[in-house]
């Protein structure tokens, strides 16, 4: 079975340093990988994904995740933190490809603040 | 432009009470999904469905009921026997030959009062 752990319920960094949300998942085989972040009283907006291309991905508004199968992580982070980056970030892993047929196990989530 | 709306944003029940919430997409998506949201937890999948006219259980669907007589449209019924629906609900959508990420909804939060 699939999980995923995300292990800071809270990060706080100052804005203009690099931020890093610590992701680790469990898998019986290859699988897709995916952050979202959600503002508060919003729905989810999809930041990147992986789906067993390369294994550095790049996302929207300067994010970005590696995949480490080693490891089994698949952290995010960002060299530069901005005021509108605090929000609540989610690691998510899909038991199969990421299609439809497949479900989405998402973590606990992360709780980014961002001070000035 | 595309994309999911859920209404209402707000909503208010009292104990014992059915209430509806609507979910609509003009994506052409095949898919669509309920979540529920309870801090902490990250988000739980209620229902989905993946055609019109069929739908499939969740993690936690009891108390819950859905329908999916369009594809534009899947809306969640939260009964009385859920027995603690305060929370944030979500729905997402998906198109059927894409590998990815879902368009997610901006949500509803039901309160019991």
């Known amino acids: 079975a699939q999980s995923v752990t995300q292990l800071d319920s809270h990060v706080s960094v100052s804005e203009g340093t690099p931020v890093l949300l610590r992701c680790n998942y469990s898998s019986s085989y290859s699988p897709s990988l995916f952050w979202y972040v959600q503002h508060p009283n919003k729905g989810l907006q999809l930041l990147l994904k992986?789906?067993?291309?390369?294994?550095l991905v790049k996302g929207i508004n300067g994010f970005e995740a590696e995949f480490k199968k080693s490891e089994t992580s698949f952290h995010l982070t960002k060299p530069s933190a901005h005021m509108s980056d605090a929000a609540e970030y989610f690691c998510?892993?899909?038991?199969?490809?990421?299609?439809?047929?497949?479900?989405?196990?998402f973590g606990t989530g992360t709780l980014l603040a961002v001070q000035p | 432009d595309g994309g999911i709306t859920q209404s209402p944003k707000y909503l208010f029940r009292k104990e014992g009470q059915n209430v509806t919430l609507s979910c609509e997409q003009n994506?052409?998506?095949?898919?669509m999904y309920w979540y529920r949201q309870d801090p902490g937890q990250g988000l739980r999948l209620i229902y989905y469905s993946q055609i019109v006219n069929d739908f499939q259980k969740g993690d936690i669907a009891e108390g819950y009921s859905v329908s999916r007589e369009k594809k534009e449209s899947f809306p969640l019924t939260v009964t009385s026997a859920q027995k603690n629906p305060t929370a944030f609900y979500l729905c997402a959508s998906f198109p059927q030959d894409a590998y990815g990420g879902y368009t997610f909804g901006s949500g509803t939060r039901l309160t019991v009062v």
């Open positions: 998510v892993v899909s038991d199969g490809y990421g299609g439809a047929t497949n479900k989405l196990i």
């Open positions: 994506l052409n998506h095949d898919a």
């Open positions: 992986y789906t067993s291309a390369a294994t």
